[in-house]
């Protein structure tokens, strides 16, 4: 699934700190359901390392470190309701949290930098039966995520779009210098700005009429590049989260990847300014109509 496509943006709008929303269930300040400690959430995931030790020497060759499934957890949970209504309350806490396929928007709004977003689904749910619970208050609860994707975005997607380079269009007189002039036309030529911490993956779409769609990461030297077609109108679409290279029709792609390529889920957007090429085949004339576009959120460890 494209996860750009989910608006949790609006998600978002509202929450103020304290709260934790997971799906439609919200959790914190202002709710019946109250916590005192979060875990998980503002430490570093749990790190693969690709370090090798060395054969004749002290220490390890420096290798590569790869976050594992970030582990999230809600505990000291109090739950309080008027003694009526407690099980309505309690029944949607369930109804919330129950054992699921898929992963779903976790946002957690800690304090003034707003909330951030993962991608979760829920591994534990303890609410404690005791003396209290029959006059409405239910404390010592505890709420477990985890989520396979360890990083934490910014809710609202960005977007940039670039052409295909073109020399600029007539040339005419300016009217104040009287030199000649010619009117700017597309650079191929985007930066996107990932604001956070850590490599983000972005959607592309390619969009024809265009023959080897090429879009090149000038900041981390990474390109991707496919050996099709595209009639006009017709569209590329490439996840790299998911690896996938589709078509409209589904039809996947990946084996059209030219050897200049990188895989697909290598392709990502640094943190800071990403400078982007979108280009074609030299040997066929520019088209205003193909363009590259692309989609992402922000990345934060």
């Not at 390392?49 to 054969?55: H, L, W």
């Not at 940039?160 to 005419?172: A, I, R, S």
């Amino acid at each position: 699934m494209d996860r750009t496509t989910v608006d949790a943006a609006s998600m978002a709008e509202g929450m103020v700190p304290g709260q934790l929303r997971y799906g439609e269930l919200l959790l914190g300040t202002g709710t019946a359901y109250r916590w005192r400690k979060l875990t998980g959430w503002e430490e570093l995931p749990p790190q693969d390392s690709g370090n090798v030790p060395r054969s004749g020497d002290h220490g390890a060759h420096l290798g590569r470190l790869l976050a594992q499934v970030r582990t999230i957890g809600l505990d000291e949970v109090i739950v309080r309701a008027e003694a009526y209504r407690f099980g309505a309350v309690v029944d949607a806490l369930n109804a919330g949290t129950p054992i699921a396929l898929d992963e779903q928007p976790l946002l957690v709004h800690l304090d003034d930098r707003g909330p951030l977003l993962s991608w979760a689904r829920i591994i534990n749910r303890n609410v404690p039966v005791e003396l209290g619970y029959s006059v409405g208050t239910v404390t010592g609860g505890a709420l477990q995520w985890e989520a396979t994707d360890p990083r934490r975005y910014t809710p609202a997607v960005q977007e940039t779009e670039t052409g295909l380079p073109e020399p600029c269009l007539p040339w005419h007189t300016d009217p104040v210098t009287g030199a000649p002039r010619g009117i700017p036309a597309s650079t191929g030529e985007t930066t996107a700005y990932n604001v956070g911490t850590a490599p983000t993956h972005p959607v592309i779409t390619f969009r024809g009429p265009v023959d080897t769609p090429t879009l090149i990461n000038r900041t981390t030297g990474r390109q991707l590049q496919y050996r099709v077609a595209l009639e006009p109108g017709e569209e590329l679409t490439v996840d790299t989260f998911a690896g996938t290279a589709t078509l409209p029709t589904g039809e996947s792609l990946l084996s059209e990847a030219s050897v200049a390529s990188w895989p697909e889920q290598a392709f990502t957007l640094d943190p800071g300014e990403n400078e982007l090429a979108f280009r074609g085949a030299n040997n066929v004339p520019a088209d205003p109509r193909a363009a590259a576009s692309l989609r992402w959120r922000s990345a934060h460890w």
